[in-house]
């Protein structure tokens, strides 16, 4: 039993790579199987709707994963900025795979309308939702101005997404500089007049 499970998780781990790499269409069960070491056969075991059963798994492993951090992250004991600077710092420690996260929006167009539906719903539920009710909290309390909090969530949660884990020859410090920055350039411009 733990070769099954092991494969399933590979091979979701696989399709959430590539799909990030190239995209939904970019991506084969050919490829996939090969690179797990499977035959397609096995991955039909595993995901008898194909293609599409892996990215649904692959959506849903990654907005629970994403969301719990998020969570995590707005439950940071404090202000409204410290909120806000634990969530992007969680960008800067590869909390959240922007590309992939991109290619899960992008691939919903690929899906059956109730599958769309699915993951667009989880998503909304998991990772936006939460944001934007800090912002209807902030707005409420005068922490921010009067703005429609999902403008606000959605705004806040692009900068973010510029927050990118250090790269070779970054210092963590100079990501952490921009975390900082990020927060501090949303407040000035979403802060109360």
């Known amino acids: ?16 790579r590539r799909l990030a790499d190239y995209g ?38 990654y907005t629970k994963e994403a969301s719990a951090l998020l969570h995590s992250a707005l439950a940071t004991p404090g202000t409204l900025r410290d909120k806000l600077l634990a969530l992007a710092a969680s960008y800067a ?11 899960i929006y992008y ?18 539920r998991g990772l936006i939702q939460p944001v934007t009710d800090l912002m209807a909290r902030a707005v409420a309390t005068g922490e921010l101005r ?12 692009e900068l973010a997404g510029t927050v990118q884990p250090p790269g070779e020859g970054c210092a963590p410090s100079a990501v952490d500089r921009l975390a900082q920055d990020v927060v501090d350039l949303f407040l000035r411009g979403a802060g109360p007049e």
């Open 107 to 124: 691939a919903i167009r690929h899906l059956d309308d109730d599958q769309g539906a699915e993951v667009s719903h989880a998503y909304v």
């Open 146 to 157: 009067e703005a429609d909090p999902a403008f606000l969530a959605t705004a806040f949660l």
């Open 24 to 61: 939904y269409l970019g991506v084969s069960l050919d490829d996939i199987a090969k690179a797990v070491d499977v035959r397609k056969a096995s991955l039909y075991h595993h995901f008898p709707g194909g293609k599409p059963a892996l990215f649904m798994e692959v959506a849903d492993h």
């Open 1 to 16: 039993m733990p070769r099954q499970t092991d494969t399933r998780a590979r091979a979701r781990d696989e399709f959430a």
């Open 93 to 103: 420690e590869g909390t959240y795979n922007s590309q992939l996260s991109n290619q």
